[in-house]
Antibody, heavy 121, light 108 residues
Framework: EVQLVESGGGLVKPGGSLRLSCAAS????????MSWVRQAPGKGLEWVSS????????YYADSLKGRFTISRDNAKNSLYLQMNSLRGEDTAVYYC??????????????WGQGTLVTVSS | IQLTQSPSFLSASVGDRVTITCRAS??????LAWYQQKPGKAPKLLIY???TLQSGVPSRFSGSGSGTTFTLTISSLQPEDFATYYC???????????FGQGTRLEIK
């Protein structure tokens, strides 16, 4: 059974840093591109970042302006999101999600339960 | 690429047929997925490639469209279908992925 379990969320002051983790199980982690998606309270979904299976390509949403860094450790079946210079607008539930593929396309087929990040003084 | 869903809010009754529309600001071929989200839960994949039903999803859900206009149809609403629905475009996967603003479906 595929499972994605996020951790590391919490309350952080503006300007602070936080590192989120996502522990994956039930599939060959290194074979899949993974992503982070966030959802501010009462708002819609926002793609944050993606990393390929080998970490050969990494992409971020333009809105992040270099403050976040995605990484993975395939030996530990884990995905990470290092978040720096945090702002109030980064307050959200952060989900990790797996991409699956078809022909030339993809979709997020499995999602974790999410971890809440609150940026407040 | 921006996605605009309509309506943003929909009130319907059990047994109704409902349709949600997602319009892309430029052509995205069929690189579109639909998700259902219930309060406090992660999104659940319903449809990918615009019209392919994900395994295990009831057949009352269907998707159609290509290019810039897409629809999600629920043929006969069931109580468990009342939720928020999002479209997602992946035409430039794995970069530049965007979601629609969501359609909240509530019981009339």
């Amino acid at each position: 059974e595929v499972q994605l379990v996020e951790s590391g969320g919490g309350l952080v002051k503006p300007g602070g840093s936080l590192r989120l983790s996502c522990a994956a199980s039930g599939f060959i982690f290194s074979s899949y591109t993974m992503s982070w998606v966030r959802q501010a309270p009462g708002k819609g979904l926002e793609w944050v970042s993606s990393v390929s299976g080998s970490s050969g390509y990494i992409y971020y949403a333009d809105s992040l302006k270099g403050r976040f860094t995605i990484s993975r450790d395939n030996a530990k079946n884990s995905l990470y999101l290092q978040m720096n210079s945090l702002r109030g607008e980064d307050t959200a539930v952060y989900y990790c999600a797996r991409f699956d593929y078809y022909d030339n396309g993809a979709y997020n087929d499995y999602w974790g339960q999410g971890t809440l990040v609150t940026v407040s003084s | 690429i921006q996605l605009t869903q309509s309506p943003s809010f929909l009130s319907a009754s059990v047994g109704d047929r409902v349709t949600i529309t997602c319009r892309a600001s430029q052509g995205i071929s069929s690189y579109l997925a639909w998700y259902q989200q219930k309060p406090g839960k992660a999104p659940k994949l319903l449809i990918y490639a615009a019209s392919t039903l994900q395994s295990g999803v009831p057949s009352r859900f269907s998707g159609s469209g290509s290019g810039t206009t897409f629809t999600l149809t629920i043929s006969s609403l069931q109580p468990e279908d009342f939720a928020t629905y999002y479209c997602q475009q992946l035409s430039s996967y794995p970069r530049g992925i965007t979601f629609g603003q969501g359609t909240r479906l509530e019981i009339k």
